[in-house]
């Protein structure tokens, strides 16, 4: 079993990690974006999440087989280079870095967007460039800090969802601000049935509902900072699968139940209608609260993810080597560095281009996310093939309904896919997705990448 964490301090706990792994689900696509996939699939939509959160399981299970039994940073970059290939280690590593980079700037404008609501006067792009710096701050401290600050952010989130949970089900079940009459669970199926929009309607959705869960792999990155890696990584792995049914599917179930699917999403968040349903006039404020948090949560971890995706990447030879440079605090602060300039740039172009252009790049990491579980997923595979029989035994943390469950993630990653470029709501990500990992490849060979000798150990 190796252990190499390039110099990175193992200080991330085992409560840092769970909530990590659960707070990069949550995000603002559950609180506002939720409403989308509900128009399209009706009710059905909580079968969407079901198995969407399966696959998310599978993969998770697979990129924990390695995790555990090599945990270290840069993870599944470093696991793609050391058992597919070079060329593969580097654009998973450079697609996922863009992914954050992209997904960051999106979350610190949503700030700036946020903001506004309370502060109206102040300009929108100094609340995303004082996120970003904000965030990058809490990043350049040791990573304890850096946790500390991730399972705080995770928490308000956590919180927001169990209250909405539990305020719901007493208004379903308990006839809570109704007269103390159960509304009961009958908007499911009426109002057209589960499949109110049918198969078609069922189906679009799922491109949406798995795309909430790209993110959750993150989790693989802190192996090579977590505590005991080989107890924390499988622990919070298998802790996430009921914990994802509670938030998303629980939530969803009160939502769906409690209003006409077709009147969700009409006036702004269904978690806002939720609350002011029970005569919470500051409703809006709460969530207003919640989401700035869910987003500045996931771009704090897009800049920490950023930084050791770097770091694996330079110690692969695949990145300048100034960027494995690690403090006293054992943080890579020159890959930090350079995560942050980026969406820092971005706060100003964010400023001058169209925003159809901006959803034009959003869509086009959306598929950079998806192909990079497809690459989880067919790394591990090549991974049990480099195994012994007595190597696989003795594997102490192994992914689930071997091997049919990787094959049968990949194929759903693809269907996932071709609906995507079916849908002419997400096609455009075809037409910037594949020339960004063409671009990156034709990189890699100006640049001699590929002749340079690897450092996998």
């Not at 198995?51 to 995790?67: Q, Y």
């Not at 920490?304 to 100034?322: E, M, Q, T």
């Not at 091997?403 to 470029?421: C, E, H, K, Q, R």
């Not at 063409?438 to 340079?452: C, P, Q, S, V």
Request: proline share 5%.
């Amino acid at each position: 079993m190796v252990h190499d964490n390039h110099g990175l301090k193992r200080s991330l706990q085992p409560r840092h990690i769970r909530l990590m792994a659960l707070g990069s689900t949550i995000g603002v696509g559950l609180f506002l974006g939720s409403a989308t996939a509900i128009q399209l699939a009706g009710p059905s939509i909580i079968l969407g999440y079901i198995l969407a959160g399966f696959v998310a399981f599978i993969v998770l299970r697979s990129l924990g087989e390695m995790a555990v039994h090599e945990p270290v940073s840069g993870s599944f970059s470093h696991y793609a280079t050391r058992y597919i290939g070079p060329l593969a280690g580097y654009l998973v590593g450079w697609g996922y870095w863009t992914y954050w980079i992209v997904v960051g700037l999106a979350e610190i404008t949503a700030v700036g967007v946020y903001m506004t609501l309370w502060f109206p006067d102040t300009p929108q792009w100094i609340w995303a460039l004082a996120s970003i710096l904000a965030m990058g701050g809490i990043n350049f401290v040791a990573v304890k800090v850096f946790g500390e600050f991730e399972f705080w952010f995770s928490l308000i989130k956590v919180v927001a969802i169990v209250a909405m949970i539990a305020i719901g089900c007493s208004m379903i079940f308990l006839g809570l601000g109704n007269d103390g009459v159960p509304i009961g669970v009958a908007n499911l199926w009426q109002h057209g049935g589960v499949f109110p929009n049918g198969v078609e309607g069922f189906l679009l959705s799922l491109q949406m509902v798995l795309f909430a869960y790209v993110g959750i792999e993150m989790i693989g990155l802190s192996a090579g900072e977590a505590k005991d890696p080989t107890r924390t990584i499988p622990m919070a792995i298998n802790s996430l699968s009921w914990r994802i049914l509670i938030f998303y599917v629980g939530s969803l179930f009160v939502i769906l139940a409690i209003f006409p699917w077709h009147q969700v999403g009409q006036n702004g968040s269904p978690f806002v209608a939720m609350f002011e349903s029970m005569g919470l006039r500051e409703a809006a404020g709460v969530i207003n609260f919640v989401v700035i948090t869910a987003a500045l949560s996931s771009c704090n971890a897009g800049i920490f993810s950023g930084g050791r995706l770097l770091l694996g990447l330079s110690k692969s030879g695949n990145a300048p080597k100034y960027l494995s440079e690690i403090s006293s605090a054992g943080v890579p602060v020159k890959a930090i560095c350079l995560t942050i300039m980026v969406p820092t740039v971005g706060v100003a172009i964010n400023y001058f281009v169209p925003e159809k252009a901006f959803q034009w790049i959003t869509a086009a990491v959306t598929l950079i996310g998806l192909l990079v579980w497809v690459a989880i997923l067919y790394t591990q595979i090549q991974f049990r093939k480099s195994l012994t029989p007595e190597g696989i035994k003795a594997l102490p943390y192994r992914a689930i309904f071997w091997p049919y469950g990787s094959w049968f993630a990949i194929l759903f990653v693809f269907f996932v896919l071709g609906l995507m470029a079916y849908s002419e709501a997400t096609r455009m990500a075809f037409y910037v997705g594949p020339p960004i990992l063409i671009g990156l490849t034709a990189l890699y060979f100006i640049f001699g990448l590929h002749k340079r000798e690897r450092n996998i150990s």
